[in-house]
Each structure stands twice: as structure tokens, then as C-alpha cells.
């Protein structure tokens, strides 16, 4: 079975460029999630969703942020405009129907704003 | 508010010896559920165990062990003969039980792994 699928896996962009970071959960999982590694912060989660539909955007950082899943096979989060502390590694992960259970991640977008 | 802490930042041991990676975490839920995982020096986060809060069985997989403590709000992880694959950031995560556990993770800030051989 293939993992979580993210793309792209590297991008690197000028600072006010909108940047669209693209997510495919795995097949069958009902719950999304995405999340930000930095070393300052560590790994925070920015938003989720669950049978494609957002139950918590406490996370995101700002209006800039924003996040879809426009069916169960895709998710997409978009920063306009990007600024340099919007770098980092930006994961997203799927679980199964039964919260409890565990989440798999994707590869990462290594985001660099310049 | 959920809290996950992991006071070792870098741990550093010679391969074949063993190493303990602490967690100790808050939380108001009466059920929740604590994670590790690991996260190679190629980037992934790869999962290794899921415990619920109302198990408090310990497991041992391999070399690898985990000690759940509800009493001290610990879920403490054992590498027994460590050798230099083991070598990543390992994190320790909480999932609220609320809403069926369908939230998102408190992750801590990870303990650095160093297996020098």
C-alpha cells in the first residue's frame, strides 16, 4: 500500500509568492492532518480534518495560512503571501476511522522562503 | 492544556549499551493516548507504538521497550544493545480521548539519539 504521498518534497520561493503544499492521505483513512516542524517551535499541528471537513484550525499561524480537503483523496494547504519565517518542514499524516488510531506521515515539503 | 515533556535533548552512548528516553505528560482527559516516534537523520517521522491510558501494560518489541506509568504520568522508552541505526530524534506524543480521539498530536520536543560505535 503507498503511504501518505506529499508534494512537492522540496520548494523554495520569494518571499510574497503564494505556495501550495499538496497532500494525498492514505487510501481508506478518514481523519487528516497537518503539521510544521521548525527548530524553534518543534512540530505543531496547524489544522485537521476529519471526513474532509475542518474540525480544528486553531493551529494555523495566520489568515495567510489556509488549508482544504475538497474530497477524501486530497488535501492542500496554501500560504499567500509567504514570508521567510514560514520555512519548514511541513508534514501531513492520516489515520483511520477509530481516533485512537495511530497517524502516518508523509515524506515532508521542505519550504524555503527567501 | 496538553503537555508532552522530553528533558533529555541529546543523549549520546556507545553502541550495545542501553538507553532510556524519558516522557512525562499532562493532561485533564481520562483517556487519552501516548505515541513514540522516530524521526532518522532522513527526515520521515516513522511510528513504533501506540499506548491507551487505560492500558497500562508495558510492551517489548526487539530491543525496543516501553514503560507506561499513569501514577507519574510517564511513558518512558528502552533501547536495550543499542546499535547505530537507533541513532534519530525520537518523540514522545499525546492524543486527547475527547471526540472519540479524532485530534491531533501534542508532540514533545524530541530527544536527540546519538549511537557512536
Known amino acids: 500500500d503507498a503511504g501518505v504521498i506529499q508534494s512537492p518534497r522540496h520548494e523554495v520561493t520569494e518571499m510574497g509568492q503564494e505556495v501550495t503544499l499538496r497532500c494525498k492521505p492514505i487510501?481508506?483513512?478518514?481523519?487528516l492532518f497537518w503539521y510544521r516542524q521548525t527548530m524553534m517551535r518543534g512540530l505543531e499541528l496547524l489544522i485537521y480534518?476529519?471526513?474532509?471537513?475542518?474540525?480544528?484550525d486553531s493551529g494555523m499561524p495566520e489568515d495567510r495560512f489556509s488549508a482544504k480537503m475538497p474530497n477524501a483523496s486530497f488535501s492542500t494547504l496554501k500560504i499567500q503571501p509567504s514570508e521567510p519565517r514560514d520555512s519548514a518542514v511541513y508534514f501531513c499524516?492520516?489515520?483511520?476511522?477509530?481516533?485512537?488510531?495511530?497517524?502516518?506521515f508523509g515524506p515532508g515539503t521542505r519550504l524555503t522562503v527567501t | 492544556a496538553q503537555k508532552v515533556t522530553q528533558a533529555q535533548t541529546e543523549i549520546s552512548v556507545v553502541e550495545k549499551e542501553d538507553v532510556t528516553l524519558d516522557c512525562v505528560y499532562e493532561?485533564?482527559?481520562?483517556?487519552?493516548?501516548l505515541f513514540w516516534y522516530k524521526q532518522p537523520p532522513s527526515g520521515e517521522l516513522v511510528f513504533l507504538i501506540r499506548?491507551?491510558?487505560?492500558?497500562?501494560q508495558n510492551e517489548i518489541s526487539g530491543r525496543y521497550s516501553w514503560n507506561f506509568q499513569k501514577s507519574t504520568s510517564s511513558f518512558n522508552f528502552t533501547i536495550t544493545a543499542s546499535q547505530v541505526v537507533d541513532s534519530a530524534v525520537y518523540f514522545c506524543?499525546?492524543?486527547?480521548?475527547?471526540?472519540?480521539?479524532?485530534?491531533?498530536?501534542?508532540f514533545g520536543k524530541g530527544t536527540h539519539l546519538i549511537i557512536q560505535p
Open positions: 480534518f476529519n471526513n474532509n471537513v475542518p474540525i480544528d
Open positions: 499524516a492520516s489515520s483511520g476511522a477509530g481516533g485512537w488510531l495511530e497517524q502516518y
Open positions: 499506548r491507551n491510558s487505560f492500558d497500562e
Open positions: 487510501s481508506g483513512h478518514n481523519s
Open positions: 493532561t485533564r482527559d481520562t483517556t487519552y493516548y
Open positions: 506524543a499525546l492524543r486527547s480521548g475527547l471526540r472519540g480521539g479524532a485530534d491531533g498530536l501534542t
